[in-house]
């Protein structure tokens, strides 16, 4: 089974500060790991995801994510924060034995101006 | 290109009837998936339809629930005999063949779900 854990209901960060939305996974083969975010009353968004090679990927407005395999963790970040990145994200995995992705609860990301 | 539509946008029902929800994914993706998101409990997957192949509908919750693909494309999930609990928003999402399984879902807006 795989599945995903964001421990933290909602961060917190002032504007231009940096943002850090953490992930950890679990699953049974080689993990496939994908970010997403959802503005209010929208669908979600693709932000970027890791399949396989460098461990630092780079996705849209600016964001980025590092996968650590001995931490089975998939963290969120990015360098300064801006009041428009207040939104819901959502961190989800799937091995390679399925094509269902398992995503977590999501994290709420207010910018504080 | 034009994305996922989802109709219609808001349903409100009331408990015990049916109610038919509509996907048009992107024209090409052979994959499409249902999700519901209820609120502070994520995105809990419902069913998935790869082209010509039987659906996996390991996650529908229930017998009430149904869905369809016709043709390939547009997806109709069947509510019967609502419940409050069925009250969420339901998510559709594609997928393009290319590069296998390992490109993105591509996910509509969603159809609000409330049953009274």
């Known amino acids: 089974a795989q599945s995903v854990a964001q421990p933290e209901d909602q961060v917190n960060v002032a504007e231009g500060n940096p943002l850090t939305v953490k992930c950890t996974y679990s699953?049974?083969?080689?993990?496939?790991l994908f970010w997403y975010v959802q503005y209010p009353n929208r669908g979600l968004q693709f932000l970027l995801k890791?399949?396989?090679?460098?461990?630092l990927v780079k996705g849209s407005y600016g964001f980025e994510a590092e996968f650590n395999k001995s931490q089975t963790s998939f963290h969120l970040k990015k360098p300064s924060a801006l009041v428009s990145d207040s939104a819901l994200y959502f961190c989800?995995?799937?091995?390679?034995?399925?094509?269902?992705?398992?995503f977590g609860k999501g994290n709420q990301v207010v910018v504080i101006p | 290109g034009a994305g996922v539509s989802q109709s219609p946008s808001n349903k409100v029902t009331e408990k015990g009837k049916d109610v038919e929800l509509r996907c048009d994914p992107i024209?090409?993706?052979?994959?499409l998936y249902w999700y519901r998101q209820s609120l502070g409990q994520g995105l809990e997957f419902l069913i998935y339809?790869?082209?010509?192949?039987?659906?996996?509908k390991s996650g529908l919750p229930s017998d009430r629930f149904s869905a369809e693909r016709t043709g390939g494309s547009v997806s109709t999930l069947t509510i019967q005999r609502t419940q409050q609990e069925d009250s969420a928003v339901y998510l559709c999402?594609?997928?393009?063949?290319?590069?296998?399984?390992?490109?993105?879902?591509?996910f509509g807006p969603g159809t609000r779900l409330t049953v009274l």
């Open positions: 999402a594609s997928r393009s063949p290319g590069q296998g399984t390992y490109n993105e879902q591509f």
């Open positions: 699953v049974s083969g080689n993990p496939y």
């Open positions: 890791y399949i396989t090679g460098d461990n």
């Open positions: 989800a995995v799937r091995d390679d034995g399925n094509n269902r992705l398992a």
């Open positions: 024209s090409g993706h052979t994959a």
């Open positions: 339809f790869q082209g010509n192949s039987a659906p996996d």
